[in-house]
């Protein structure tokens, strides 16, 4: 059982219950590219090792976010492909709900 502070607790409202996201378990989409997948892990990796409570492909009401840190409240992007337009959109969209978006940006 994974203990979870009032913060962590607050963001998890926030996710899609229905959705099949799991706590602390990394979900890979076989529609993103091998490097964009690679990229998830190693943050993944990082965040965890840290002791930070996570959540892979987390569908937060409208959008899907690659990693959420349950303990910031951070959405994290990686951005390959993605464009600028759509990665702000999905910031404004995260703000307005309550949380913050950063993009880790990876050349190919």
């Known amino acids: 059982m994974v203990l979870m502070t009032n913060r962590e607790r607050e963001v998890m409202r926030l996710v899609n ?9 990394l979900r890979i989409n076989v529609g993103n ?6 990229s998830k892990f190693k943050l993944f990796w990082e965040l965890r090792s840290n002791g930070v409570n996570v959540i892979a492909e987390a569908r937060c009401k409208e959008k899907r976010t690659d990693l959420l840190d349950l303990s910031s409240g951070i959405c994290w992007e990686i951005a390959i492909t993605e464009p600028i337009e759509s990665l ?3 910031e404004e969209y995260y703000k307005k709900i309550g949380l913050k ?4 940006k990876v050349k190919q």
């Open 17 to 25: 219950q229905q959705d099949r996201s799991h706590l602390n378990c």
């Open 33 to 38: 590219t091998f490097l964009h997948e690679l």
């Open 88 to 90: 702000k959109e999905k």
């Open 101 to 104: 978006m950063k993009t880790i």
